[in-house]
């Protein structure tokens, strides 16, 4: 039985930096350790999609574990990945995790087969009778089998080491049936989101916090839009969201994931080589023009210069209408049933 505090707050997905021979460079990331706990991150994620857990070997994983977990020590929890190509290798991830002392393991659904909701569920389940550790499941339907409502209630029903879910599908609704369906016979089971854009609206309607990419990037702004928020103060909150949505979009559309984010963290001070995915010339060149883009939104919160020549006066803002609607939507729902 899980007998730890519950999972909440802004956990920050870690990218990994590459040395000159790809490999891990371990100074650098002890840097980029240190640097996203001072600058008030509740938690840490290694091995998450963001870190490209499956760009790297099981050992190479595993390592990445090792350094960050050495380099906490014990400062803030740790969501460690472990989801591995089949369900042997994954309780074994999950018994080495444990015993390095991380708070919970995130398990994605299984991908690459497209698997029915009972293989989904047969799959957690026997994850659920053997892991030595707390299990947060990873809802990412771009990539793996969906979890869908009734699945994740029969695990929260039926395993209590399943205290969580992560889900990255950006779905409001879905999301409010999940919590409509767990919490109450499980109060403690954490909501996590995984999509930066919609992290206010999320919370709002009920999520304990979230593992956003952006959080490795400009954690200052996550970490703040999450204490707006909580603290019931919208329209500060919203101004925020507005920002961090205009930096998220710019990372994850103009770039090959998580290449866009790659290249913001190198701005903000860290060596982090050249990814493992190989890239075209042409997109080596978008990169380039991604980085001045990134610089001059960076440039705007004050957390660098701007690039020679500066940056476009009136540049390209998002219109932010959908996602004040959004907003207000969410809020007028909360203040309908009485809880706003």
């Not at 870190?51 to 090792?66: D, K, M, N, S, V």
């Not at 994850?127 to 089998?145: C, H, K, Q």
């Not at 779905?171 to 109060?187: F, T």
Request: negative net charge; glycine residues 8%; hydrophobic residues 40%.
């Amino acid at each position: 039985m899980s007998i730890s505090t519950k999972l909440q707050g802004i956990f920050t997905p870690n990218l990994v930096p590459l040395d000159q021979r790809g490999e891990i460079n371990e100074s650098e990331l002890r840097r980029y350790t240190d640097w996203l706990i001072d600058r008030g991150v509740h938690g840490l994620y290694p091995n998450g999609s963001t870190g490209e857990f499956t760009r790297f070997t099981a050992e190479e994983r595993r390592r990445i574990i090792e350094i960050i977990v050495d380099q906490n020590r014990g400062r803030v929890p740790i969501l460690a990945g472990a989801a591995e190509a089949n369900v042997k290798e994954t309780i074994r991830a999950c018994e080495h995790y444990s015993d390095l002392g991380v708070r919970a393991v995130a398990i994605v659904a299984p991908f690459y087969y497209k698997l029915s909701p009972e293989s989904v569920y047969a799959y957690f389940a026997e994850i659920g009778r053997n892991t030595p550790v707390d299990v947060t499941l990873y809802n990412i339907p771009l990539f793996a089998s969906p979890i869908d409502v009734p699945t994740v209630q029969r695990l929260a029903d039926n395993f209590e080491r399943i205290v969580a879910i992560k889900d990255s599908s950006g779905d409001i609704p879905h999301m409010i049936r999940m919590i409509q369906a767990v919490r109450p016979q499980r109060p403690e089971f954490s909501f996590l989101t995984g999509w930066d854009a919609a992290l206010m609206p999320l919370i709002l309607i009920g999520c304990d916090g979230g593992t956003n990419a952006t959080s490795g990037v400009v954690p200052e702004i996550t970490r703040k839009l999450y204490d707006l928020t909580t603290a019931g103060k919208l329209d500060e909150a919203r101004q925020v969201q507005y920002d961090l949505v205009t930096l998220f979009d710019t990372m994850i559309y103009s770039a090959e994931f998580p290449e866009g984010f790659r290249a913001a963290v190198e701005l903000r001070g860290f060596n982090m080589g050249t990814g493992r995915q190989p890239l075209s010339p042409d997109q080596t060149t978008d990169l380039s023009l991604l980085s001045k883009t990134l610089q001059c939104l960076l440039a705007e919160q004050g957390f660098t210069d701007e690039p020679v020549g500066g940056c476009p006066v009136g540049a390209d803002q998002i219109d932010r209408a959908e996602i004040n609607a959004i907003v207000q939507n969410v809020l007028g729902e909360l203040k309908r049933r009485g809880m706003a």
